[in-house]
Nanobody, 122 residues
Framework: QVQLVESGGGSVQAGGSLKLSCAAS????????MGWYRQAPGKERELVSS???????SYADSVKGRFTISQDNAKNTLYLQMNSLKTEDTAVYYC????????????????WGQGTQVTVSS
């Protein structure tokens, strides 16, 4: 059974940094990759960053240049280094693991962590 457990959230002042971790058990990093999503109060969940098994990364425009996603395959852990945090980064951050559909072959988000709160104050 796949489990994703996030940690590293907390409260920080604007301009500060946090590093989120996501420990994956029962899951093998696949070509479909993993990602970080966030959901602020009253807003829809949005993709913040993703990384594929070959290390290819992507970022939402709002976090480019400030956030860095990485993974340690040996530890089965996904990270999100967040620098120069802004108040608008306040949200619950979710780790997600993607899988390939066994029949049709497309990638989809198959697993979610429980979320970790990040609060940035001015």
């Amino acid at each position: 059974q796949v489990q994703l457990v996030e940690s590293g959230g907390g409260s920080v002042q604007a301009g500060g940094s946090l590093k989120l971790s996501c420990a994956a058990s029962g899951y093998i990093f696949s070509r479909c990759g993993m990602g970080w999503y966030r959901q602020a109060p009253g807003k829809e969940r949005e993709l913040v960053s993703s990384i594929s098994s070959d290390g290819t990364t992507s970022y939402a425009d709002s976090v480019k240049g400030r956030f860095t996603i990485s993974q340690d395959n040996a530890k089965n852990t996904l990270y999100l280094q967040m620098n120069s945090l802004k108040t608008e980064d306040t949200a619950v951050y979710y780790c997600a693991a993607r899988a390939r559909h066994v029949v049709y072959g497309y990638c989809y988000t198959a697993y979610w962590g429980q979320g970790t709160q990040v609060t940035v104050s001015s």
